[in-house]
């Protein structure tokens, strides 16, 4: 943090380095990054839908800014990160893995 701010600790500038900043390994923003280019290597030109949905959520990290984050509440925004996060690895399972449906579609 103080390497980044060399300033008091705030909340909102703690919620930016874990969630926004492309910079930090940790970050909400920075792991979306490798998972999108992680997902690009393994789809090739497929168009797959854990592809769209990863953009969606890397786009909202990319391109969002903390005032509007804490403005529609902190709490809503990571509930709501949690949710798309977790449809997208429902389809992630469901178009790289061989899931229940498909071995029964397979037989």
């Known amino acids: 943090y103080r390497r980044v ?4 600790v705030y909340p909102w500038r ?10 930090m390994p940790r970050s909400l923003h920075h792991c979306y990054e490798n ?3 992680t997902l690009d290597e393994l789809s090739g ?3 797959l839908e854990c592809r769209r949905l990863a953009g969606q ?17 902190l709490h809503e925004f990571l509930t709501d990160f949690v949710a798309n996060n977790n449809a997208f690895g429902v389809q992630l399972q469901d178009d790289f893995l061989m899931t229940p449906a498909a071995l029964a579609g397979a037989a």
């Open 35 to 37: 998972v999108i280019g």
């Open 45 to 47: 030109k497929k168009q």
């Open 57 to 73: 959520t890397y786009a909202r990290l990319r391109y969002g800014r903390i005032d509007k984050i804490f403005k529609s509440g």
């Open 14 to 23: 703690i919620a930016e380095l874990l969630i926004l900043r492309a910079d």
């Open 5 to 8: 701010y060399h300033d008091t």
